[in-house]
């Protein structure tokens, strides 16, 4: 990996620090003006998702980390992990539990989820903003009652427990927003 | 008519309409400060003929080409007008200010700007003690602040590190910033360790109500201040910091012209040391104080950040009609 000087830095610059990929969030020039120049750095460790300031003197460098992302579609899980592969290059890996996180709530195979990659190996697993689920498990619903604004659990086919309208039942598809958990809309096919 | 259909450019200037009012009233508040008191408003060149030697500052270089200089003349962007406006002194001008611009390369930041305005002054007659009596007056002005603090350089490190600074050592240094948990612990001088903590832990609360002096700094960061032999010797410098933003610094003015060049030396030393370029000395300067610099003080403050402060404003960018991005 190339090293980067601190005149490189910039928010979003990946770089190796303690061992871990980091990202660079916020970066500041402090310079007395008699005297050295000194940048100090807001990253956050792409680990442990912490942010934590560092100051360098203005020569020094520092290796940068090899993160790239990228779309992958999820195949299938097994014993291993879970298993991505790269539409175009037709590449598969396996990504951890810890990688996919809560991610694992939200994606059923073949969705294509963006997966951040450290030395090749999966890091994150992002699902997609907004999945469609289908709904395997709830009460029964008060059919055409879309006004009264209620609500109720609702177990999507993926393990995930999402709260929904009173009106939906087992077997509707839902719009669900993965950022916030929150139910959007019925979605089509 | 055509007119072209590249993307369009961020023309607009970045400070409002207000700020640049503000801006014009602080210039005339200032020259009347001046005026009242009898100091000479100067103009000095800002395309010189050497680059500075200051270790920690880097000259823009340009080219004259004309009429003398078929083969190009070799000149910088001025990053101070101090060694011009101590060649006045030096010819008798008397109180003198200027307002300028100076140019520091690889500046860029928040309070950075690559190219920024100076205001600078000097008093035949006043040592770096009266001087800051003046500026607390200049500041009742332009910031409404009833009076400053002052502090010695030496308490100052005292109160918040518990370190002496005329008295450190590398290792000591290191083992403060260790012991604070700070993310930078290995300095290659006891300066870079006083500078790197003076930046990192005490600027931030400094002059948090109303601006504050420090004063008497340690000899190896004397600049061009005199040095005084108390025990230890302390070099009679000081910087104004208001809000934790270094304001100004200025000095009782170093006349002797065997210890500048002593310094310029040193300074060309520390740059071999760095591999930085290494300027020819400014001779026409020595050779003035040569012939004799008044006794005097002078000070540079940061113009662009007095109206930051003035106006509250966060970054440098916000006060400048075409900062860097849209020069």
């Known amino acids: 990996m190339p090293t980067y000087s601190t005149n490189q830095f910039k928010n979003g610059l990946k770089i190796l620090i303690g061992g871990d990929?980091?990202?660079?969030?916020?970066?500041?020039?402090?310079?007395?003006?008699?005297?050295?120049?000194?940048?100090?750095?807001?990253?956050?460790?792409?680990?442990s998702g912490r942010v934590v300031e560092r100051t360098f003197k203005s020569a020094e460098t520092i290796e940068g980390a090899d993160v790239v992302e990228t779309d992958m579609q999820f195949l299938y899980r097994d014993g291993e992990g879970w298993n991505f592969m790269d539409p175009e290059s037709y590449e598969q890996v396996s990504a951890s539990e810890t990688a996919v996180g809560e991610t694992a709530n939200w994606i059923k195979e073949e969705d294509v989820c963006t997966v951040t990659l450290w030395n090749g190996a999966p890091m994150?697993?992002?699902?997609?903003?907004?999945?469609?689920?289908?709904?395997?498990?709830?009460?029964?619903?008060?059919?055409?009652?879309?006004?009264?604004?209620?609500?109720k659990p609702a177990t999507m086919e993926t393990g995930a427990v999402v709260r929904v309208p009173l009106f939906l039942q087992i077997g509707d598809l839902i719009k669900i927003d993965t950022r916030t958990g929150d139910y959007v809309s019925r979605a089509k096919e | 008519m055509t007119t072209s259909h590249g993307p369009k450019s961020d023309w607009r200037p970045l400070a409002d309409t207000q700020t640049l009012r503000a801006r014009a009233e602080l210039l005339r508040e200032l020259r009347a400060f001046f005026?009242?008191?009898?100091?000479?408003?100067?103009?000095?060149?800002?395309?010189?003929?050497?680059?500075?030697?200051?270790?920690?500052?880097?000259?823009?270089?340009?080219?004259?080409?004309?009429?003398?200089?078929?083969?190009?003349q070799e000149l910088y962007l001025s990053t101070s007008p101090e060694l011009a406006m101590k060649r006045?002194?030096?010819?008798?001008?008397?109180?003198?200010?200027?307002?300028?611009?100076?140019?520091?390369?690889?500046?860029?930041?928040?309070?950075?700007?690559?190219?920024?305005?100076?205001?600078?002054?000097?008093?035949?007659?006043?040592?770096?003690?009266?001087?800051?009596?003046?500026?607390?007056?200049?500041?009742?002005?332009?910031?409404?602040?009833?009076?400053?603090?002052?502090?010695?350089?030496?308490?100052?490190?005292?109160?918040?590190?518990?370190?002496?600074?005329?008295?450190?050592?590398?290792?000591?240094?290191?083992?403060?910033?260790?012991?604070?948990?700070?993310?930078?612990?290995s300095f290659a001088d006891v300066d870079e360790g006083l500078q790197f903590l003076l930046a990192e832990v005490i600027e931030?609360?400094?002059?948090?109500?109303?601006?504050?002096?420090?004063?008497?700094?340690?000899?190896?960061?004397?600049?061009?201040?005199?040095?005084?032999?108390?025990?230890?010797?302390?070099a009679e410098r000081f910087e104004v910091y208001f809000k934790g933003v270094e304001l100004a610094n200025g000095f009782?003015?170093?006349?002797?012209?065997?210890?500048?060049?002593?310094?310029?030396?040193?300074?060309?030393?520390?740059?071999?040391?760095?591999?930085?370029?290494?300027?020819?000395?400014?001779?026409?300067?020595?050779?003035?104080?040569?012939?004799?610099?008044?006794?005097?003080?002078?000070?540079?403050?940061?113009?662009?950040?007095?109206?930051?402060?003035q106006i509250g404003a966060d970054t440098i960018e916000e006060v400048l009609a075409f900062p860097l991005c849209r020069a």
């Not at chain 1, 970066?27 to 100090?40: H, I, N």
């Not at chain 2, 004063?215 to 005199?226: C, E, G, I, K, T």
Request: net charge negative.
């Open chain 1, 21 to 47: 990929p980091c990202s660079i969030v916020e970066t500041e020039f402090v310079k007395p003006g008699k005297g050295q120049a000194f940048t100090r750095i807001k990253y956050k460790n792409m680990k």
């Open chain 1, 124 to 151: 994150i697993v992002a699902a997609p903003n907004f999945v469609s689920l289908e709904i395997t498990e709830t009460d029964p619903g008060l059919k055409g009652d879309t006004s009264s604004g209620g609500q």
């Open chain 2, 35 to 72: 005026s009242a008191r009898g100091v000479l408003e100067v103009e000095t060149p800002q395309l010189v003929s050497h680059a500075t030697t200051d270790t920690h500052l880097a000259s823009f270089a340009t080219r004259f080409s004309g009429p003398g200089a078929h083969d190009g």
């Open chain 2, 88 to 185: 006045l002194l030096a010819a008798g001008s008397g109180p003198i200010f200027q307002i300028c611009r100076a140019f520091r390369n690889g500046e860029k930041g928040r309070r950075h700007n690559p190219e920024f305005t100076i205001l600078e002054w000097y008093r035949p007659g006043l040592d770096h003690i009266a001087l800051m009596a003046e500026i607390e007056e200049l500041l009742a002005v332009a910031l409404g602040v009833d009076r400053c603090d002052r502090i010695t350089y030496q308490a100052v490190f005292e109160e918040e590190l518990g370190v002496s600074p005329h008295q450190t050592s590398v290792a000591l240094l290191e083992e403060v910033a260790a012991d604070r948990d700070l993310s930078l612990s």
């Open chain 2, 204 to 234: 931030p609360s400094l002059g948090i109500d109303r601006p504050i002096f420090v004063y008497d700094y340690p000899v190896s960061q004397a600049a061009l201040a005199r040095i005084r032999s108390d025990t230890p010797p302390v």
């Open chain 2, 252 to 309: 009782h003015e170093l006349a002797d012209a065997e210890e500048q060049r002593r310094r310029f030396e040193d300074d060309r030393a520390s740059r071999e040391r760095r591999g930085l370029p290494i300027p020819q000395l400014d001779e026409a300067f020595l050779d003035a104080l040569d012939f004799g610099l008044p006794q005097c003080a002078g000070v540079a403050l940061g113009l662009d950040r007095l109206l930051m402060l």
